[in-house]
């Protein structure tokens, strides 16, 4: 390993301390954004009978083409009561039951009706008829186990009879800011101070990525409320805190959580922003201690934390989904860190371009507003010229 982790490594280590959490069943109305625990299978089959893809006529292909007679009708819910006869027909609409000796339906555009008669042209059997069971079957799955729920998942699994389903438990997180410099947001500002601005953006995170943030009273710059503050988070799944994790006199962090018993597991990753990141672990509770400037603490989120969290819930393949893409134009390389770019993405000729954003710098939290992408630029000498094939992170 090289004197400070690269991010792979850093990830692999907190990949190792990241366990699954228990199981709890949630409503289905409440499963938007949770990762299920087990495969929820379909409780009925789908289309649960043979139903109308379309307004018409329910016909037997072999009478057609014809002129049929008109007896009777099948709408959504109020199925026709019988079975179709020869030379019959019956007006149908889109969701209703096919009934018993219809195989095909005809538009009802593709007709023309004579008082109790239609005309309709050849029809082929199947003809605008969903099958029964041709969604999924009773008993198959419908979402696996280690998926998150998104609204497809969700109304599928609603389609399929279930009224919920057994999920991992969302991880709580307390988040902290510490700082004798903030200041909460619509406050007065004295000289020397600062709006604190992330935990605000970690709860947003957090709250992407299916974790409950419990919000801790941000502390000054004094050691015993730091250490106060982060015992109290030690008592949930995860703590994250923002700033205090250097080498400054003021950088409490480190040493409270060494007092209370957490052990470092590595402090600094070879990556810009974000290097100070440290990552430590207490009677199965992860610790992420990320560095007070705002964009760092984005950067060392998307690298770390959030895959310990997909982890934590039982995703499959937990970790930072790199994409493809191209440089929009060149950009110098970092000796010895990879760097993370902001940068806005477009689609052109079927390839992603990546431009970067103008300022960099890990304070510049409202510059970064614009950005919908972190580009990876590996370490290394020179500079990667305007076109050349990078991975990135959407934002």
Known sequence: MSELPSIDEAL??????????GTEEVAIDEAAGRVLAADAAATVDLPPFAS????????????????????????????FEGSLQSGEAIVISTGAVVPAGADAV????????????????????????????????????????????????????A????????????????????????????EPLEPGQIYESNTYTLAAQLASAGAVAVRLATVAD????TRAAIEQGLELDMLITAGGVSVGPHDLVRGALAALSAREVFWRVAVKPGKPVAFAVRRGTLVFGLPGN??????????????????????????????PGVLSEAVNRNGVRDELLRA?????????????????????IVRSVAADALVLVPRGDGALAAGAPVSYLRL
Do not use: K, N, Y
């Open 12 to 21: 692999a280590l907190v990949l190792a301390h990241a366990q699954p959490l």
């Open 52 to 79: 109308s893809a379309m307004d018409g006529f329910a016909v037997r292909a072999a009478d057609t083409p014809g002129r049929l007679r008109v007896v009777g009708q099948s709408s959504a819910g109020r199925p």
């Open 106 to 157: 005809v538009p009802v555009e593709s007709t023309t009706a004579e008082d109790d008669r239609v005309v309709v042209g050849a029809a082929e059997p199947g003809l605008h008829v969903r099958c029964r069971g041709g969604d999924v079957r009773a008993g198959e799955p419908v979402a696996l186990a280690g998926s998150r729920l998104g609204p497809s998942q969700v109304g599928a699994l």
């Open 159 to 186: 389609a399929s009879g279930l009224a919920a389903v057994i999920c991992s438990r969302a991880p709580r997180v307390g988040v902290l800011a510490t700082g004798s410099e903030l200041r909460a947001p619509g």
């Open 222 to 225: 004094d050691e015993g409320a």
């Open 294 to 323: 705002p964009v760092s603490s984005l950067v060392a989120f998307e690298l770390f934390v959030r895959p310990a969290l997909e982890a934590l819930q039982g995703v499959h393949e937990p970790g930072p989904r790199w994409l």
């Open 344 to 364: 806005q993405s477009t689609v052109e000729r079927d390839a992603v371009v990546l431009e970067p954003l103008v300022g960099q710098e890990s304070h510049m």
